[in-house]
């Protein structure tokens, strides 16, 4: 009578070939997710600096530096007005025509806020992520600088 099943050998290669292939899509799957993540931060860091240019073209005023959190609306600068962005605080209704920002961002896919910037020197004003590495790397600090600095994202509006 002949043994059914696999043979040791059979096994052995099987699991060989399965630990191969996970070791070669482990990686690739990785690098997707952190893609992922950027291309998400990229997106919010645009839209929230559209929206801080839309506040300024109907309030006439630049936000502080900040940090920015739509979803608890709240931020370091704008505490009297909650967040300006969401709605209007103690803006005149008359001019603000808000909110700026269709839905509620919260912090970056690395669980910081965004930052809202303006260099002092030549007033480039921007919004940024700070990335992977959760530090702001001076992005917008620099004098005349619109490199980006190791992993920050940033969106300039000025």
Same mark, same amino acid.
């Given at each position: 009578?002949?043994?059914?099943?696999?043979?040791?050998? +059979?096994?052995?290669?099987?699991?060989?070939? &399965?630990?191969?292939?996970?070791?070669?899509?482990?990686?690739?799957?990785?690098?997707? &997710?952190?893609?992922?993540?950027?291309?998400?931060?990229?997106? +919010?860091?645009?839209?929230?600096? +559209?929206?801080?240019?839309?506040?300024?073209?109907?309030?006439?005023?630049?936000?502080?530096?900040?940090?920015? $959190?739509?979803?608890?609306?709240?931020?370091?600068?704008?505490?009297?007005?909650? $967040?300006?962005?969401?709605?209007?605080?103690?803006?005149?209704?008359?001019?603000?025509?808000?909110?700026?920002?269709?839905?509620?961002?919260?912090?970056?896919?690395?669980?910081?806020? %965004?930052? %809202?910037?303006?260099?002092?020197?030549?007033?480039?004003?921007?919004?940024?992520?700070?990335?992977?590495?959760?530090? +702001?790397?001076?992005?917008?600090?620099?004098? $005349?600088?619109?490199?980006?600095?190791?992993?920050?994202?940033? %969106? %300039? &509006?000025?």
């Amino acid at each position: 009578m002949a043994a059914r099943g696999f043979s040791l050998l +059979e096994l052995v290669t099987t699991i060989a070939i &399965i630990a191969i292939l996970a070791g070669i899509v482990t990686p690739l799957v990785g690098n997707m &997710i952190e893609e992922a993540r950027v291309n998400r931060a990229t997106s +919010e860091v645009k839209v929230l600096a +559209e929206a801080i240019v839309n506040l300024y073209k109907d309030t006439a005023q630049w936000p502080l530096d900040t940090l920015i $959190n739509t979803t608890t609306g709240t931020t370091n600068s704008w505490n009297s007005d909650r $967040n300006r962005l969401l709605s209007r605080g103690t803006i005149a209704a008359k001019i603000w025509k808000g909110p700026y920002v269709s839905k509620q961002i919260g912090l970056d896919p690395w669980n910081t806020s %965004y930052i %809202y910037r303006t260099n002092n020197v030549t007033y480039v004003k921007g919004v940024l992520s700070c990335g992977p590495n959760k530090t +702001e790397n001076g992005s917008l600090l620099v004098s $005349n600088n619109r490199a980006v600095q190791q992993d920050d994202i940033v %969106y %300039y &509006i000025q």
